[in-house]
């Protein structure tokens, strides 16, 4: 039998036959080091999908805030930013005068001034404090200028929701809920929602009443677990007159030029620093690189230990068929035939792997992402985790080149052996 006939026009199906026959032959030992394979691609494309994912829930999150600059009281930039960008606590006020004076700048298009409070839930107690469970941000804003920075917010529709609106800055008792926190409190439009609010300086908590106007539709920002009230009833609750937590600033031009511009004019003032998004952007990027590094480093591992494991399955696949290798020598089977069908046998390993290990990322990517958040603050809502076509064909792809190399030491020295000393090892 001369299984390399070049004349032979399915001598490739052959090949392909005869590598899936020995790989089955020892079907439990192949299953493991598929298995191998497998955990690596997994690992890789979870990395990949994180690494493309994170990048675009920080874009997406930046661009929902709808203004470009930021100027905060003077503290951590980090805790700001986690704090517009996913609802954290940890709040710092500007003083009263600070939107007057910067509203007139001339390279300012629009202005947002936002108030930020933590309120605590109806029912809840002292001894359930350490639970964020317990716990409402609420932003006072004021509408008009709200809606320039965010025209895309609407209001949710359908039964018990279709009167929504906005309350009027005048307006008292009144509240709009962002759509996560009306689901978690299981309020429409027109009931009444409870919020216990303890105003600056005082150690007694106050209840107020209030009813819900409208209920926003998922943005999937710290929008939609956010209670909205207008700004100067806010204060008054949080017992803060004029104060703000951040003013949202949207330029005329916006450069790096600009921007620099404008934050040296601002600086000068003691109480403020004012923080490009870009900025913050990196900031957050930065925050969790050993994160990345972290599963960048699993991921090499897991792919060394599975490189090993296949060089160690077709090796001792190579061994236990040597008098076989030396009998499809002696009937006229060339190196470069053995070479190529044990190669063969390599490559199809690493690519059932890549299948299988494709699958359960895609299949475990919600586990995947908790399992990241877990390890780091992303510092932003929403998914952060998005596997593509393209990060499972550059997976694919490279377990078809580890599956190359992987092969060659064991092909080279499966196409090395002679015929009669095959024949006789084996024997």
Not at 119 to 128: F, I, N, T
């Amino acid at each position: 039998m001369n299984i390399e006939s070049k004349s032979d026009p399915f001598v490739l199906g052959r090949y392909f036959a005869l590598a899936v026959k020995n790989l089955r032959r020892r079907i439990v030992r192949t299953c493991l080091t598929v298995a191998g394979v497998a955990l690596a691609v997994t690992v890789a494309v979870s990395l990949g999908g994180f690494m493309l994912g994170y990048r675009g829930a920080i874009d997406k999150s930046i661009d929902m805030l709808g203004f470009q600059i930021m100027i905060m009281a003077k503290g951590c930039p980090y805790e700001a930013a986690t704090m517009m960008l996913k609802g954290g606590t940890g709040l710092l006020y500007l003083p009263a005068d600070i939107y007057d004076k910067v509203r007139n700048d001339s390279d300012i298009e629009s202005i947002t001034p936002i108030f930020v409070g933590v309120a605590q839930k109806q029912g809840s107690g002292v001894r359930d404090e350490g639970s964020e469970k317990n716990f409402l941000i609420v932003s006072g804003i004021d509408v008009p200028s709200y809606q320039v920075m965010k025209p895309w917010i609407t209001f949710k529709k359908g039964a018990g929701y279709a009167d929504g609106r906005w309350f009027s800055q005048a307006s008292r008792k009144e509240v709009v809920l962002g759509f996560e926190a009306a689901e978690y409190e299981q309020r429409k439009v027109g009931d009444i929602f409870y919020a216990s609010i303890t105003p600056s300086g005082s150690p007694f908590p106050v209840m107020h009443e209030l009813k819900v106007v409208g209920v926003l539709d998922r943005t999937g920002t710290q929008d939609d677990g956010t209670i909205f009230l207008p700004i100067e009833e806010a204060r008054e609750y949080f017992g803060r007159p004029g104060q703000l937590t951040i003013l949202g600033i949207k330029l005329k031009q916006f450069n790096a030029f600009k921007m620099r511009q404008f934050e040296t004019r601002w600086l000068k003032l003691p109480e403020v620093q004012v923080v490009g998004l870009q900025q913050v952007k990196n900031t957050l990027v930065g925050l969790v690189a050993t994160a990345q590094t972290m599963i960048a480093a699993v991921a090499i591992i897991a792919i060394i230990v599975a490189f090993i494991g296949v060089i160690n399955t077709i090796l001792m696949s190579v061994y236990e068929r040597t008098a076989e290798i030396g009998i499809m020598k002696a009937l006229g089977a060339r190196r470069e035939s053995i070479f190529e069908l044990i190669w063969l046998e390599t490559v199809m390993i690493c690519l059932a792997g890549a299948i299988v290990g494709s699958a359960l990322a895609i299949v475990g990517s919600k586990l995947v992402e908790k399992a990241i958040k877990s390890i780091a603050d992303m510092g932003v809502s929403g998914s952060i985790v998005l596997i593509t076509p393209a990060v499972i064909g550059y997976a694919v792809l490279g377990a078809v080149i580890l599956g190359f190399f992987a092969g060659l030491y064991p092909a080279w020295r499966a196409s090395s052996m002679r015929p009669v000393e095959a024949i006789s090892q084996g024997n």
